[in-house]
């Protein structure tokens, strides 16, 4: 069974970073994508960047330059690390993973998997 564990969410004030991680658990089969999404209260889930077990990689323009994901194959982690972080990436931050992915990760909510998110809270 596969699962998802993310860590690293926190506090920052505005112009802060955070690192987060996801790790899993279980085996994806190949080719797969993991994708890092944000959702608040007012917003549906919302891809930030994505990555396939290729190491291609896919960012919203908002996270253009900000934004860097990358993956760990021995640790089965992926992370997303976030520099120069706005008011407006607070959110909950949650890592999906999807089988069958053999392109660009989507930044769309089609992932199989999903970890219970961890929270982003950026300051002014």
């Known amino acids: 069974q596969v699962q998802l564990v993310e860590s690293g969410g926190g506090s920052v004030q505005a112009g802060g970073s955070l690192n987060l991680s996801c790790e899993i658990t279980?085996?994806?089969?190949?080719?797969?994508?993991i994708g890092w999404f944000r959702q608040t209260q007012e917003t549906k889930r919302e891809g930030v960047s994505g990555?396939?077990?290729?190491?291609?990689?896919s960012y919203k323009d908002s996270a253009k330059g900000r934004f860097s994901i990358s993956q760990d194959k021995v640790k089965n982690t992926v992370y997303l690390q976030m520099n120069n972080l706005k008011p407006e990436d607070t959110g909950m931050y949650y890592c999906?993973?999807?089988?069958?992915?053999?392109?660009?990760?989507?930044?769309?909510?089609?992932?199989?998997?999903w970890g219970q998110g961890t929270q982003v809270t950026v300051s002014s």
């Open positions: 990555i396939n077990d290729g190491g291609r990689t």
């Open positions: 999906g993973a999807t089988p069958g992915c053999g392109g660009v990760a989507p930044l769309i909510p089609v992932y199989k998997f």
């Open positions: 279980g085996n994806i089969a190949k080719p797969y994508c």
